[in-house]
């Protein structure tokens, strides 16, 4: 563990792309004018310098750090204490004053994409400014640290700049939640509350800035940008750094190389090794029903992190075409929709890397294609090698996909065997089950771990499983709900469980709370995390954090009735809410 001082902080980002044409160098950001770096407009480059403005010409600041994250703090290998040193609070609070003490210059990435499946050009970090990455010297594990609501940038567009404490809020406790699962995600190193900054939203709000992290902040809608823009130059500076310094910098304990091209071109290892950690990811969105709820290409990430916390929801009872988002009318975002959309986004990065997916090994490299391109005889040629490669690809998703989803919710069910007949025999029945009765998603594989199946009085009591309050309309009646769920477990998954001899109670119990939690985060508890934050009151913030960093405990040291109803039934009128993107 190290100070923050001390932590090794580069920005291979900055080092190996191109900067703004028109603020080409550190030296020319610091004297550059707001026009330059305050005020929209279209730029040339991937990235432009500038430092965190959203404190700019205050005069003694308002500012809180009101939470850091443990987890966050260990990942990135900082001792404990660090949150409380000067230089610490500063960073992550925005002060500009602060660059010469980190000793990288910052940046705001530009990127471009497909939002709600219409091209929306030029977009890029309208509010996130990028500080450095930073390597934990015992993990090897680099991540780049960013401040989102950092102040305006030339990719603000029509916004300001700001991120209000509802949303960081939620973007906070959400990272850390998913990351305490076990799904790929950026990170919440620390919350800052800005009590006298102000954003105009639906009302007045006030504002907050979220220092996160994540391995990298490269998503598919920065392969767009350079497509629209035609910049095939670009494109493979793009395609190299993500091989050299994202993929090939990981470390990797198995000592398997990320991006190997003995059979294939690196690139079309890239684009593969992009689809594989997508299709895990997403599966496991799927095991554990999240929803990210804006999958756009500019909210996909090329390394498979759960990526921009915005209308997300972990779902309540099951409903595969729950959406959170309320924009999205056409259910696009949806649970049932979540793995067709992230494969159409990751068409559209095929789309992107066509020509370096489509020219051959012998070919890809050489020095003519590199200056000029494709000639007229060469096109037909290099585009079907690409959508053949594509369409391969795609095959590889739906395999990547399936085989983690049912990995995991094999182990959700305590199998410690899963084969291929189960998903249609054990699975789609399980779900439909689940849906027909409108039981709680998540709640429910904790309480099947708690049944003694096994048992020698073994009369099963499943009211417990349904809330003491039933939706307004359900289908069934309770009678016939408990029906339906004890036909499931008597009829296909105490047998499946027998076929593999797993017939020891304690011993499945065991096995499925090590992966089945009992603390998720729901929408009606961050509303009240966010009302009480609103009176300047952080309690319950870090009493959910406690829970949300350890949701497998079973208790975790708080009052009984606050841990009981935070983890309990959601209430009536707030399941299955939704919310807007407005942030």
Not at 88 to 94: A, Q
Not at 205 to 224: K, L, N, P
Not at 493 to 509: I, M, T, W
Not at 565 to 580: A, H, I, K, M, N
Request: with cysteine; hydrophobic share 35%.
């Amino acid at each position: 563990m190290t100070t923050f001082q001390k932590l090794t902080k580069t920005s291979t980002f900055t080092q190996f792309l191109t900067p703004d044409a028109k603020v080409p160098t550190i030296e020319a950001a610091k004297s550059a004018g707001a026009e330059l770096i305050r005020t929209a407009r279209m730029v040339e480059g991937s990235f432009t310098w500038l430092v965190p403005g959203i404190l700019e010409g205050k005069e003694n600041p308002k500012y809180e750090v009101v939470a850091v994250s443990p987890s966050a703090m260990k990942d990135l290998g900082l001792q404990e204490g660090e949150e409380t040193t000067e230089l610490f609070k500063e960073t992550v609070s925005g002060y500009s004053s602060r660059v010469d003490a980190i000793g990288v210059y910052p940046w705001a990435q530009a990127y471009a994409g497909w939002q709600f499946g219409q091209w929306a050009g030029q977009l890029g970090d309208g509010r996130a400014v990028s500080l450095f990455e930073g390597t934990n010297k015992t993990t090897g594990k680099r991540y780049e640290l960013q401040l989102k609501g950092g102040g305006l940038t030339p990719y603000s567009r029509f916004a300001d700049g700001k991120a209000v404490l509802r949303s960081s809020i939620r973007e906070a406790l959400g990272s850390e939640a998913v990351n305490a699962l076990g799904i790929p995600t950026t990170r919440a190193l620390s919350l800052v509350n800005l009590p006298e900054t102000m954003a105009v939203r639906e009302s007045l709000e006030s504002c907050a800035v979220v220092c996160r992290m994540a391995e990298t902040w490269v998503r598919i809608g920065t392969f767009d940008l350079h497509r629209a823009r035609g910049a095939r130059k670009e494109m493979r500076k793009l395609a190299d750094y993500c091989i050299e310094h994202v993929f090939g910098y990981e470390p990797n304990n198995s000592g398997r190389k990320v991006i190997d091209a003995a059979s294939k071109t690196r690139y079309q290892d890239l684009y593969t090794e992009i689809v594989k950690r997508n299709a895990n990811t997403t599966a496991l969105w799927q095991a554990y029903g999240f929803l990210n709820g804006v999958l756009n290409t500019d909210n996909t990430s090329i390394f498979g992190l759960t990526l921009d916390y915005g209308p997300f929801a972990f779902m309540d009872t099951f409903d595969p075409s729950y959406t959170p988002n309320h924009d999205d009318g056409m259910l696009r975002y949806s649970y049932r929709n979540t793995p067709s959309v992230i494969l159409w986004n990751l068409v559209r990065l095929g789309e992107d890397l066509g020509e370096l997916l489509g020219a051959a090994p012998d070919f890809v490299d050489d020095t003519e294609f590199i200056e000029k391109g494709l000639n007229s005889e060469q096109i037909e040629g290099v585009k079907d090698r690409a959508e053949t490669f594509i369409m391969e690809s795609q095959k590889v998703f739906e395999t990547e996909f399936l085989k983690s989803f049912n990995k995991t919710m094999g182990k959700r069910l305590g199998l410690q065997t899963f084969e291929e007949e189960d998903h249609d025999k054990i699975l789609t029945p399980l779900l439909d089950m689940l849906q027909a009765c409108e039981l709680d998603f998540n709640q429910f594989f904790r309480k099947l771990s708690d049944l003694e199946l096994f048992a020698e009085t073994s009369s099963l009591d499943v009211e417990h499983f349904f809330p003491q309050i039933r939706g307004f309309a359900p289908m069934y009646s309770l009678e016939e709900a408990k029906d339906k769920l004890l036909n499931w477990i008597n009829t296909v998954y105490k047998p499946r469980l027998e076929k593999e001899g797993s017939k020891s109670d304690e011993e499945r119990r065991e096995r499925m709370r090590k992966v089945n939690p009992k603390f998720i985060l729901k929408g009606w508890i961050l509303d009240e995390v966010i009302q009480k934050a609103r009176q300047n009151d952080f309690t319950l913030y870090h009493q959910v954090q406690k829970m949300a960093l350890s949701p497998f405990n079973e208790t975790w040291g708080l009052p009984e009735e606050l841990e009981n109803r935070l983890t309990g039934d959601v209430p009536r009128s707030e399941r299955d809410s939704q919310c807007s993107c407005s942030s």
